[in-house]
């Protein structure tokens, strides 16, 4: 019933409320929640997208979230996105970064690669890494990783 209220207190003040926003095409003066992944502050005429690297999960927002650091949004997001196996992210990002060579990251949600151990090294970028098996095989999808080694 917010819609209600918010039109007692559009027709007595020329503010509206974070979270809400006038719409011009109603019939009615309403005040209308936000989506997820939108927001609003007050006396706003429209939602705006949540940006790159942050998200809203609930209506009427009135500013969105960053994203942890080991995950990433696009433009309007309403979850952010685990960095896969292979990649990491920092806070507030809008993609995953390969690890570079000498580096790798064998779990989900990496907040930075690890430096490979005196003796082993990695020398393509692990993109493509699922996970690496105590008996030495490597899983990848679509190609087979050369001279990767932890």
């Avoid at 005429?45 to 790159?52: L, M, T």
């Avoid at 790798?104 to 970028?125: L, P, R, T, W």
């Amino acid at each position: 019933m917010l819609p209600v209220l918010c039109s007692l207190f559009l027709r007595t003040s020329s503010s509206l409320l974070d979270g809400f926003f006038y719409s011009e095409n109603r019939a009615q003066w309403a005040c209308l929640d936000c989506d997820a992944g939108t927001f609003s502050k007050q006396s706003a005429s429209i939602c705006k997208q949540c940006s790159a690297g942050k998200f809203s999960t609930s209506i009427g927002a009135v500013e969105c979230q960053m994203c942890v650091s080991g995950k990433y949004s696009l433009q309007g997001a309403t979850v952010c996105v685990c960095c896969t196996a292979g990649t990491f992210s920092l806070e507030g990002v809008s993609t995953c970064e390969p690890c570079i060579a000498g580096k790798f990251s064998v779990s989900d949600e990496a907040k930075e690669c690890q430096n490979c151990v005196s003796g082993k090294y990695s020398s393509e970028v692990s993109v493509l890494l699922v996970h690496f098996l105590s008996i030495g095989h490597l899983f990848v999808k679509n190609v087979l990783l050369e001279n990767f080694r932890l």
